[in-house]
């Protein structure tokens, strides 16, 4: 049943490319390459949902992974400008580094990238106070975020040059603009980019500084598709060109007309790669996490939450609605204990470490107000544990995954995947997973406590065969929506229209 | 030129109507009713735009309006069930008072309307902290918005049964769900509302509870038309109606098949008494500040605001942008002053409170760095005098109105309407108004600093020819414009929708 992983579909890949050469570009790669004590270099694979599921499309293809150099070491190697195998045992596939200087990429990772950019596209601005563009904030852009994406864009069409029609996969935020540098170089390659984030609407979009938002907007439409997380997002985009830029949209094709150009917009739900995380839920470090994680919490009911602690996740709203059960059914204290197994991020911006210091007021104020000497009400823990988290994951009576807005949520399909406790899933309206897993999962108004206190109380009381079907369906659609499908779909589409207009001559 | 006044074109709306009756109904009525030392009941009309406009119509046609009773002279005044007629000594319409309970109307007025509604209709939320939807938050939309909206809605359909086909003119974001509770009691009148706020987009409305914003939609689709002031505005509240309701939308006629009924979604961009407020542009008391304007800033250019100190006029970026001017072009310092001539505003709100306080510190700051002993920067008031505002408006050599969103903003209208030194408006693109005037203003995103910084020097360099054409422009298109134009759109397409619809025999 759990066999269905990605080594087994990998070969439909190479099928449908048909030796058509792939390179991708993202911020960051798919290894971190560091020096030994014997000064040679040695690789560490990365982890997180996009490196996954873009190594399956790497391996299958023999891609070219365009990526930033991260480390010293690491813009050493891009200064060599050479590709460099893929894991260095068994090559793969190829990677290439980009040097971007420094104070480039401080200004186009930490100026616009992050906040400016994921804070625009989750909604979380606080408008009557932030942002301000200053003359900081124009430079950054033009000499930051400009600058990389050229960078990025420089080092794309070099490769493109090298293979005969390449497809070019450019990923996420960071690089909004490269699309339109990489035509500018060479028109040969056919361009790509995934949206893995939100993508807000023309009220909010326009907070942006005209000039921003038009180049984003201008980058975007220089790509042949774009995708998105959901068709929600994706019509977003639509009503942004068609409202900030006064572009020409084909509502039943969802196509946008630019500069004779016909840009598709297009819906990939991205997902995670099944078969692998049942093999890491199942290797002996989860497995030690796992006998700890019973032991401590023998006949609890567990709540539990794993995010990094980003505003966006809505961490606190998520505390008051516990704080809001155990007020309301005292009967639960003692019975019930909530996990909030969160990882540390962006501590450099001002927000997050604010943002930090509530969670831990917060959880400290709920677990003085209702605890007792025998029973902590909530269990925080701020680290980076990835193995912990899944042997959490595993034992959840309730998986609380309530964020403001989210592109996809990874957390929301990971839990369901691999718990083995007919758990249920407690899922925001705003989250881009709710139109797969909307069906099954509780949904809740990620601002209304009230909601999802009740959504706490009915998931804790559902009786077992509900319980059952709801796990039982969320499991279905996680194992068949993996992540070979998300690029499956995106291949598909890539080269259905690439046949479409060499029949066409276009 | 200046005598195109709304009395002579008053005519036309009785004309129009052909004695249809009309029903207004706002929170806040056309006047102050108190009890005089000698214990007679005075009245004293109310200000403000909505006021100013609906009046016009009230008298052409010999409304009825109804609003709340505000005090304990008006409560008992509304428990006599009568009307009164206004202006006392010469009534030309009637008043209904409509008592609210006071635990009903706190709920309704300072939970839900201002800041729950307030602050969504302007985006100005900070999302990662507010708003949290509490018990309390649905017991106050329960026990009090939409208990407020039935106590209107009854007095409403009191008055209509009286009349034979009334047309109810229902005003604003206090009153979404009037019309519902209206055609459940009687189907008799035609059921209009105006929204003089902005309308926001799916995904910030969404962030309403979902039986708040469902009800919401529902309520206004309950009339026959809804107005808004801006065709952006408009489109949003489509939007909404597809997005969150599932409505089916005609995008050509703008209009959405609801219940079997369509409803029609029309734009009405609001205006002034252009004629009224040249008389008291000329009054004696105006001709006094005047005096005293101009005798403490002879040769001084002027940069001009004046707004409730509400966030979400941007009041402080608007300062911030005036500091980076001193600073790169101290060559204006001791030639140029800011006058902010604000109303203090909603000062139980602790948004607005800190705002306040944000403001005082901003001036505070900005006074000091680049102050002198015979020059300070900024004049900050903080009192409700309007006549000392428009006597500033008539001097004013730069305007600034650079709100986050606005419905429309009447100062922008105001100013150029009354200002004698072929002055430049600086407006914000997220206002209604820029509609009609954003060709002779200088436009600015109200978020970015430099920009704005950038269009205060532009106006302050601007060559006398371009500042005249722009001036001339801006008076012109607001003179054409006026309040009794607004109105009479709204009544033509009443009028025009009854009589296509007997036609019909809809």
Same mark, same amino acid.
């Given at each position: 049943?759990?066999?269905?992983?990605?080594?087994?579909?990998?070969?439909?890949?190479?099928?449908?490319?048909?030796?058509?050469?792939?390179?991708?570009?993202?911020?960051?790669?798919?290894?971190?390459?560091?020096?030994?004590?014997?000064?040679?270099?040695?690789?560490?694979?990365?982890?997180?949902?996009?490196?996954?599921?873009?190594?399956?499309?790497?391996?299958?293809?023999?891609?070219?992974?365009?990526?930033?150099?991260?480390?010293?070491?690491?813009?050493?190697?891009?200064?060599?400008?050479?590709?460099?195998?893929?894991?260095?045992?068994?090559?793969?596939?190829?990677?290439?580094?980009?040097?971007?200087?420094?104070?480039?990429?401080?200004?186009?990772?930490?100026?616009?990238?992050?906040?400016?950019?994921?804070?625009?596209?989750?909604?979380?601005?606080?408008?009557?106070?932030?942002?301000?563009?200053?003359?900081?904030?124009?430079?950054?852009?033009?000499?930051?975020?400009?600058?990389?994406?050229?960078?990025?864009?420089?080092?794309?069409?070099?490769?493109?040059?090298?293979?005969?029609?390449?497809?070019?996969?450019?990923?996420?935020?960071?690089?909004?603009?490269?699309?339109?540098?990489?035509?500018?170089?060479?028109?040969?390659?056919?361009?790509?980019?995934?949206?893995?984030?939100?993508?807000?609407?023309?009220?909010?979009?326009?907070?942006?500084?005209?000039?921003?938002?038009?180049?984003?907007?201008?980058?975007?439409?220089?790509?042949?598709?774009?995708?998105?997380?959901?068709?929600?997002?994706?019509?977003?985009?639509?009503?942004?060109?068609?409202?900030?830029?006064?572009?020409?949209?084909?509502?039943?094709?969802?196509?946008?007309?630019?500069?004779?150009?016909?840009?598709?917009?297009?819906?990939?739900?991205?997902?995670?790669?099944?078969?692998?995380?049942?093999?890491?839920?199942?290797?002996?470090?989860?497995?030690?996490?796992?006998?700890?994680?019973?032991?401590?919490?023998?006949?609890?009911?567990?709540? !539990?939450?794993?995010?990094?602690? @980003?505003?966006?996740?809505?961490? =606190?709203?998520?505390?008051?609605? %516990? &704080? +809001? /059960? #155990?007020?309301?059914?005292?009967?639960?204290?003692?019975?019930?204990?909530?996990?909030?197994?969160?990882?540390?991020?962006?501590?450099?911006?001002?927000?997050?470490?604010?943002?930090?210091?509530?969670?831990?007021?917060?959880?400290?104020?709920?677990?003085?107000?209702?605890?007792?000497?025998?029973?902590?009400? !909530?269990?925080?823990?701020?680290? @980076?544990?990835?193995?912990?988290? =899944?042997?959490?994951?595993?034992? %959840? &009576? +309730? /998986? #609380?995954?309530?964020?403001?807005?989210?592109?996809?949520?990874?957390?929301?399909?990971?839990?369901?995947?691999?718990?083995?406790?007919?758990?249920?899933?407690?899922?925001?309206?705003?989250?881009?997973?709710?139109?797969?897993?909307?069906?099954?999962?509780?949904?809740?108004?990620?601002?209304?406590?009230?909601?999802?206190?009740?959504?706490?109380?009915?998931?804790?009381?559902?009786?077992?065969?509900?319980?059952?079907?709801?796990?039982?369906? #969320?499991?279905?659609?996680?194992?068949?929506?993996?992540?070979?499908?998300?690029?499956?779909?995106?291949?598909?589409?890539?080269?259905?229209?690439?046949?479409?207009?060499?029949?066409?001559?276009?």
């Amino acid at each position: 049943m759990h066999s269905k992983g990605r080594r087994q579909k990998a070969p439909n890949l190479t099928k449908l490319l048909d030796n058509k050469p792939v390179i991708i570009v993202s911020n960051r790669g798919p290894a971190e390459f560091r020096r030994n004590e014997a000064g040679n270099i040695t690789s560490k694979r990365g982890g997180g949902g996009l490196v996954t599921a873009m190594t399956a499309v790497s391996e299958a293809t023999h891609a070219t992974w365009i990526s930033a150099a991260m480390t010293d070491v690491e813009r050493s190697m891009a200064k060599k400008d050479n590709l460099i195998g893929f894991p260095e045992n068994n090559p793969l596939y190829n990677v290439r580094l980009v040097d971007i200087p420094k104070d480039i990429y401080n200004r186009y990772y930490n100026t616009i990238s992050n906040p400016l950019l994921w804070f625009i596209h989750h909604y979380i601005w606080d408008l009557c106070n932030t942002p301000s563009f200053t003359e900081e904030t124009h430079k950054a852009w033009g000499e930051g975020y400009v600058a990389a994406n050229k960078l990025f864009a420089e080092a794309a069409a070099r490769e493109s040059l090298k293979l005969k029609n390449p497809i070019i996969m450019l990923q996420d935020y960071h690089l909004f603009l490269a699309a339109r540098y990489i035509r500018e170089l060479t028109s040969e390659p056919f361009l790509f980019h995934f949206t893995h984030i939100p993508w807000p609407e023309p009220d909010y979009m326009s907070i942006l500084p005209f000039k921003v938002r038009h180049q984003i907007l201008k980058g975007m439409l220089a790509n042949d598709i774009v995708g998105f997380q959901s068709r929600h997002y994706a019509g977003n985009f639509l009503l942004c060109c068609e409202s900030l830029l006064g572009a020409q949209i084909n509502w039943r094709k969802r196509s946008v007309m630019w500069q004779e150009r016909e840009v598709f917009v297009r819906t990939y739900p991205i997902s995670i790669d099944y078969g692998n995380l049942h093999k890491i839920s199942e290797s002996d470090e989860v497995l030690k996490y796992e006998t700890k994680l019973l032991k401590e919490n023998a006949d609890m009911s567990l709540i !539990i939450r794993t995010d990094r602690s @980003d505003p966006s996740k809505n961490i =606190i709203r998520g505390f008051m609605a %516990y &704080d +809001v /059960l #155990l007020s309301r059914h005292p009967n639960f204290k003692g019975k019930v204990k909530f996990l909030a197994l969160l990882y540390p991020t962006r501590e450099g911006i001002m927000e997050y470490k604010k943002y930090r210091r509530e969670i831990e007021a917060t959880v400290k104020d709920i677990n003085e107000r209702h605890g007792a000497e025998n029973w902590q009400p !909530i269990y925080l823990r701020m680290k @980076d544990d990835y193995l912990e988290s =899944i042997a959490a994951l595993k034992h %959840y &009576d +309730v /998986l #609380l995954v309530n964020p403001i807005f989210d592109g996809m949520n990874l957390v929301a399909k990971e839990g369901p995947a691999v718990n083995k406790n007919d758990g249920i899933l407690i899922l925001s309206e705003n989250a881009g997973a709710l139109s797969e897993l909307g069906n099954s999962g509780i949904i809740v108004n990620p601002f209304d406590i009230e909601e999802t206190a009740a959504a706490m109380y009915r998931a804790l009381t559902m009786p077992m065969y509900e319980r059952k079907a709801r796990a039982a369906n #969320l499991r279905e659609t996680v194992e068949q929506n993996n992540s070979l499908k998300w690029i499956h779909y995106q291949l598909k589409d890539i080269v259905g229209l690439e046949k479409k207009r060499m029949l066409e001559g276009v």
